[in-house]
């Protein structure tokens, strides 16, 4: 059963991604499976490869920044208060092309990928700590655990 919470700022896990730091801010435990988000910190240069999920729609809410999105095929520049909807299936990725941090809440509906976060990702406890240089090692765990998790990489596109 979903149940009402608040979660203070920086209370949720934080895990390091390739470059990026993603901070759970509400897990389909907690909201019954219905619905996944989490928000994303995005150095320069960072994002994720093209790609598709087969089980789950996503969307993106851009806080700060100006991230590129790939959208099936074009790229589009997104800003501050900018909504993008990603239906399953559908072939993306975002891009930070600018010299600055970007910020982002991504939202995944149905949950459940979030394990596929907590298994390929590492434990982020010392949010002041420096980003570790983890972009080999993720990338392995991600080819590794995507088709568990209905995910498909498009490396080098």
Known sequence: MATMFHQAVSSGASYWGPGDVYTFLVTGEQSDGAYFSMLAIVPPGGGPPPHTHAFEDETFYVLDGTPSFFLTDQWIQAGPGDFVN???????????????????????????????????????????????????????????????YGMEFFVGD
């Open 86 to 148: 990603i239906p399953r299936g559908s072939l993306h990725c975002f891009h930070n092309h600018s010299d600055e941090l970007m910020t982002m809440i991504l939202t995944f509906t149905p949950a459940g990928i979030e394990k596929f976060f907590e298994e390929t990702l590492e434990r982020a406890y010392d949010l002041t700590a420096p980003v570790p240089d983890n972009v080999a090692e993720v990338s392995a765990r991600y080819a590794e655990a995507a088709p568990r």
